[in-house]
Nanobody
Framework: QVQLVESGGGVVQPGGALRLSCAASGRTSGSFAMGWFRQVPGNEREFVAAVRWSSGHTYHSDSVKGRFTISRDKPKNVAYLQMNSLRPEDTGVYYC???????????????????WGQGTQVTVSS
């Protein structure tokens, strides 16, 4: 069993920055991976970024590449999403997700993750 606790959302002006954190409790060995997804009302959860826990390999969606960076602190069992150059279209509820056995091709699919955080609101507005 894995529990995820998120923090770091808020309101920021366009061009600003935020850092989200996701603390995981439980087993994080093997093929464990964590991802960030975002959702706006009426839409499905959209992949943002993911990190393979053991190797540190990272993956970012095209819409955030060059602006957002996912990272992880293995000893602390925490994943981060550093979000720079924020745009109004980045507004949404951001969720962290985790799975102990997810394969590479499934990292971008929200349906493949077993554990989810509670979500944190990010609002980009002037």
């Amino acid at each position: 069993q894995v529990q995820l606790v998120e923090s770091g959302g808020g309101v920021v002006q366009p061009g600003g920055a935020l850092r989200l954190s996701c603390a995981a409790s439980g087993r994080t060995s093997g093929s464990f991976a964590m991802g960030w997804f975002r959702q706006v009302p009426g839409n499905e959860r959209e992949f943002v970024a993911a990190v393979r826990w053991s190797s540190g390999h990272t993956y970012h969606s095209d819409s955030v590449k060059g602006r957002f960076t996912i990272s992880r602190d293995k000893p602390k069992n925490v994943a981060y999403l550093q979000m720079n150059s924020l745009r109004p279209e980045d507004t949404g509820v951001y969720y962290c997700a985790a799975d102990p056995t997810i394969i590479l091709s499934n990292l971008f699919d929200a349906r493949r993750y077993s554990y989810w955080g509670q979500g944190t609101q990010v609002t980009v507005s002037s």
